[in-house]
């Protein structure tokens, strides 16, 4: 990627003639913890609940006033949703960030040629890398590394190989659907399944960190899209 763009949900800023005048200050997501005050000992009891604040990036933006109308910037910038965000200063992650708010945007300067904009991102505190969000094909019984220290929450697309129940089991913990007949989906990140009515239990797949091992029966195809993660930082 070229030095002060960026992609936001798949468009690259170019495409806009939209430009980051400098790299941002990178900050952070904050842990969360839980703090306990015992009556029978002095200080307090910190204990850390594993999960991460969202945080906030604040990027300083430019584009022509000649080339460009504001109002289908902010349109493509302003979500109801986490859209993907992908800087050239970090380019080998997905962040999901938000700009969901007037507020988001705060015009600095204008003139007849140039519009300088502060647009301030929420950030989710987990960005995901580029290499591991393309699907694969898993044989059955093989191990893979997850290389970070965080768990991630995968995407399955699974095809049946006949009638009958399906079963994947991952680091021996087994999932079973019933009879699902055709292919079906798994989203661990939602959580959620195209067939609910067929999943025996509530519990989702989940890749720990390190090695995994995984398994399958009744399973012609099976694809994941791993969604390995860091701290957003």
Known sequence: MRAGT???NGINSEQFGVY?????ARVPPRSVWAVGNPSNRNGSV?????????????LNIWFSNLENNIDDIFDWLLTDDYATFTPWYDDKYTYKVLANSDSSFEIVDSDSSITTVKL????????????????RSVTNNSTFTNPTKFKSLPYFE???AASGDVTI?????V??????????????EIPRTSIPSKMVGLDFPVFKSGRNTISYTNVSLLTVIDKFVRRAA
């Not at 910190?46 to 604040?58: I, P």
């Not at 301030?120 to 699907?135: D, M, Q």
């Not at 999932?175 to 661990?188: E, Q, V, Y």
């Open 6 to 8: 960026f992609t936001f």
């Open 20 to 24: 980051v005048s400098s790299t941002p």
């Open 46 to 58: 910190y204990r850390n609940l594993g999960v991460f604040t969202n945080s906030q990036l604040v």
């Open 120 to 135: 301030t991102l929420t950030v989710y505190p987990l960005k995901y890398i580029n290499a591991n969000l393309s699907s």
């Open 158 to 160: 699974v095809t049946p």
């Open 169 to 173: 089991t991952l680091n021996g913990v």
């Open 175 to 188: 999932f079973t659907f019933k009879n699902p007949g055709s292919k079906f989906t798994i989203d661990s």
